[in-house]
């Protein structure tokens, strides 16, 4: 049974850090696609970032030199390290595994940012 574990959301001021971390079990983690998507209220849910199983990265716009994402294939862990902050940048934010086609999802974790 595939498991992601969120950590790492909260309340930060504009322009400060916080770093995401979506743990995962049931599966052989190296071998696929890590993402991290966000939605906000009365919106859609978007694509934040994604890292493939050889390392390469993709970024949304609105988040490309702030956010970073990474991965442990070693621990089966893939981060999110967001960095500059926007109150446009609150959400809940939900880590994504595809594998072999087929998506997981975490239960999701709020992000928000508020003077």
């Known amino acids: 049974q595939v498991q992601l574990v969120e950590s790492g959301g909260g309340l930060v001021q504009p322009g400060g850090s916080l770093r995401l971390s979506c743990g995962a079990s049931g599966i052989i983690f190296r071998l696929h696609t890590g993402s991290w998507y966000r939605q906000a209220p009365g919106k859609q849910r978007e694509l934040v970032a994604s890292i493939t199983s050889d390392g390469n990265t993709n970024y949304a716009d609105s988040v490309r030199g702030r956010f970073t994402i990474s991965r442990d294939n070693a621990n089966n862990t893939v981060d999110l390290q967001m960095n500059d902050l926007k109150p446009e940048d609150m959400a809940v934010y939900y880590c994504?595994?595809?594998?072999?086609?087929?998506?997981?999802w975490g239960q999701g974790t709020q992000v928000t940012v508020s003077s």
């Open positions: 994504n595994i595809l594998r072999f086609g087929t998506p997981y």
